[in-house]
């Protein structure tokens, strides 16, 4: 890791609580605040906001108040971080109330603030906030305080290989066929998502919703491999993104979550992201899918729907459309005994 990055991490816990969750750090004591602030937070906690941080740290609204009214601090932050959900290289990914709007939110605050980051999160939040759909994560705010970037997101449940636990794979298809109407927008706006795979796939109340638009573009030829490996298409690697790109990534995704692994396995143990990629790249131009055995509850059926959108060369690909159909008509059972693919001109 950047030492300048690491030591940026280690200064962020300023008023920050430690990365434990929501009850836990309840029981230390109360929230703290973080965000643009009032001059006397007080008046922003009305009865919702106790009643959104109650539910949220499983205590009594009385218990709420009572903590809350305690601190005597007349000016506070806008947002009550109350429990770490995530932190990456880039980012800490706090669970938040946005005592403003009375809402649960998810707070991202960035490591990092020069030109490029900056850049980069207004293009991720400008192409998120073109889409008001029930499958696309919703921004709801974006600022520099007191040196940090941030952005405000709907407060999710868990990513998609989270959730899918437990779950008929029928349930699963449904939160993938959700998942693939947000992506389809997003192509319709005539733009790439870029990374789509189970962790950028949030479910919310039962609801699947596409995130994480960091590298969000226009279909193109670019110098940079970029997404992750196991999920990246071929034409990919070699410096062309568009949206056949992303439905191999959605492919790759929906085989991970109803099999339990990635379509070409995983990269060699030790391998660094560079050899990852190009190994299992490799093994997606080749064909070599990993056969494991399938579980016995997931239809035969989903695999022979799937493939050919994994295929090597773009052209031989279905459109997206076309595989969220076969796989529409898979869910209700309407499944012809065999697929045809025309090959797209």
Partial sequence: MNDAVEDRRQEFPRGVPPWR???????????????????????????????????RVGAPITDVAGKLLADKASARGRYLLLGTIARTRGCTVFAAVDQLLAREVALKVHHDSDDETTWRLLAEVQAMTRFDHPN??????????????????????????????????????????????????????????GDVK??????????????????????????????????????????????????????????????????????????????????????????????????????????ATLRPALRSDPAERPTLDQLLGQLSALRSARVPTRWRWWPRR
């Fill in 198 to 303: 189970p962790a950028n796939v949030l479910v919310k109340d039962g609801v699947a919703k596409l995130g994480d638009f960091g590298l969000v573009t226009t279909p193109g030829w670019s110098g940079r491999v970029v997404g992750t490996p196991g999920f990246i298409a071929p034409e990919v690697a070699d410096g062309r993104r568009g949206h056949e790109g992303d439905l191999f990534a959605f492919a790759c995704c929906a085989w991970t979550c109803l099999f339990g692994g990635p379509p070409f396995g995983e990269p060699p143990p030790g391998a660094d992201v560079s050899a990852a990629t190009m190994v299992l790249v490799e093994r997606a131009r080749e064909g070599q899918f990993n056969e494991g055995e399938a579980p016995s509850s997931v239809s035969p059926t989903v695999t």
């Fill in 136 to 193: 696309i994560l919703r921004v709801h705010d974006v600022g520099d305080h007191d040196g940090w970037l941030y952005s405000v997101m709907d407060l999710c449940d868990c990513d998609l290989l989270a959730w899918k636990g437990g779950e008929a794979w029928s349930e699963v298809l449904d939160r993938l066929l959700e998942v693939g109407r947000g992506l389809s927008l997003v192509h319709a706006a005539g733009l790439v998502h």
């Fill in 21 to 55: 969750s929501c009850q836990e750090l309840w029981l230390i004591g109360p929230p703290r605040s973080w965000g643009p602030v009032f001059t006397d937070a007080r008046r922003l906690w009305s009865p919702k906001v106790m009643s959104v941080v109650a539910s």
